[in-house]
């Protein structure tokens, strides 16, 4: 086949709308020509009739033309016992052949909406893909180490210095921290904003977890949550365990923490979602985690506070349909390289048509 041939994407994707259409107008015409069939042979027996009555006034004169008239009268009943079976007979094809049709759009739609669904979700696991290397790659840095292993005023000055600068850089982080052993904030990136050094973190679970990584190899992925000390911004903090002499195997002597700063970086994902203009104000595009709590909203509505109940029967990808015509499109994080996911989903709820 010739690259003039190929077929249109538009109009593959128009297929079953168009099947769904067809048998709707053609059912639809159908019923319209038995129809006018029933009417014809109506409008015959009447005549059928008055020819019999005028028949039998006439007597032995319209002997004859009563005969025709009870003829055309049987005819035109016959007729119409053929329409109504020919009509109960289409009417159950025509009904099998719109529910595959409404099958079909059904199928292309919601499998879209799942494509749409996993890209959202590769998008947000390739940019925390990156949030893992910066962490892991920074905690290696000299001024970290140096103000880690020894937290005198100039080495952590230092280091708040030269956090300052990968901050100027990389602005979809919120602030970077140096904590010590014990959990005590020692350096963070921007002092003048987020007086933080002091703090403790030592409860913290991303703090806990990165104490005891095996290797420089391996970080923390905490949970998405408003942080108090960062005036209550929703961050996913990364966490690695600073290393004697920035090696991979070298003694821990703290923990090294950025908090991404989520809710704007989640929220153009889910709004970068390509719908077509008559979906948007019937859709919502969601990132939930395992727990089906919502973490980022195409229309800002039950970030951290609203739960999906999400029936995926442990499928990776699908959607589901509710006996309100509700389509649920779902698709499970895959991970991208050394970033594993954890357990989220992109989610696209949208309303039928109305």
Known sequence: MSPSAAPDTRTLNAAPERVAELAQAVGSEVRSRIGTIRAITRSTRMLALNAQIEAARAGEHGRGFLVVAQEVKEVSRQ??????GLGAALAER?????????????????QRLADLALHAIEIIDRN???????????????AVVGAASQPTPEQTAYA???????????????????????GRVIANGRPQRWQVAGLSVAEQPWFRSALSLASGDEYVAGDIAPNPALDGATVAPFATAIRANGEKLGAVLGVLVVHFDWGPQARTVVRSVRLAPDEVQRTRVLIIDRQGLVLASSDDHGVLSERLVLDHRGQASGFLVDARGVTTAFAASPGYETYRGQGWFGCIVQAPYQ
């Open 79 to 84: 007729i119409e016992t053929i329409a109504e």
């Open 160 to 182: 708040s210095r030269r956090l300052g600068v990968i901050l100027d850089a990389y602005t979809v982080y919120l602030d970077i921290w140096i904590c010590d052993p014990a």
């Open 94 to 110: 025509l009904q099998v052949l719109e529910t595959i049709g409404q099958t079909m759009v059904q199928q292309v739609r919601g």
């Open 128 to 142: 925390l893909y990156e949030r893992t290397c910066d962490v892991r790659w920074w905690a290696t840095d000299s």
